[in-house]
């Protein structure tokens, strides 16, 4: 049994270049002037001002010219969170294709209990492991006994690793993390956004710095 901690990686604009950010957040400002007609007073750096003019009186329309497209490593029970954002574009790791027996372990990801070092956690930590191992038995002993992979994953659980690429336009991306960064949100999901709001907000400020991270 292999357990992993959920991450993030933003692959595109890839590499996370300021001129890649720089060129999106152009695209965004000759897409907004091309409404006013106003093109002739951009310059190199015109695109930053203009933003956040554009986000500050809500037309955020002009915004969805840009997108991003980010990898998550979570569980399977987070990722359903994830994938019912509509307006986005998802490719996630297949249970049904993948053989996880290939391997002769199944791979979880820390249940966040794990980050609370006392008596009860510890509890939590040894039930869940148990749990895991049970689970990563019968998958491998069902595989062993003819199972397909499809057939087999009917025994893996929410705390299953799991892939996701996730595309969306930038105006798709704010709503996100809003969302997901929320005190109401899922502790487990909020892992991975908030650090992912912290590199936006550095490397994209115009478009990201009013969101506030819940704390």
């Not at 990686?9 to 999106?24: S, V």
């Not at 892992?191 to 400020?205: G, R, S, Y």
Request: glycine fraction near 4%; charged fraction near 30%; charge should be neutral.
């Amino acid at each position: 049994m292999k357990i992993v901690e959920p991450s993030y990686e933003i692959l595109a604009p890839n590499p996370f270049a300021e001129e890649n950010a720089l060129r999106m957040m152009r695209l965004i400002e000759w897409a907004g002037r091309t409404c006013y007609k106003s093109e002739e007073k951009m310059t190199d750096t015109s695109c930053l001002k203009f933003i956040r003019m554009i986000r500050e009186r809500g037309h955020e329309s002009v915004l969805e010219h840009g997108s991003l497209s980010v990898k998550f490593v979570i569980d399977r029970g987070v990722s359903h969170e994830l994938v019912r954002h509509r307006l986005a574009s998802f490719s996630q790791e297949s249970t049904r294709y993948c053989n996880y027996g290939k391997g002769s372990e199944v791979t979880f990801v820390k249940p966040i209990f794990y980050e609370r070092p006392n008596e009860e956690a510890l509890y939590r930590q040894g039930i869940w492991e148990k749990a895991m191992r049970r689970c990563e038995s019968a998958y491998l002993e069902l595989l062993e006994a003819g199972a397909k992979p499809q057939e087999a994953r009917s025994v893996l659980p929410n705390s299953l690793k799991t892939e996701v690429v996730t595309t969306a336009n930038l105006r798709e991306w704010r709503h996100i993390l809003r969302l997901r960064t929320s005190k109401a949100a899922h502790p487990q999901i909020r892992q991975v956004m908030v650090p992912l709001l912290n590199e936006l907000q550095a490397k994209l400020a115009p478009l990201f710095e009013d969101i506030e991270e819940a704390t």
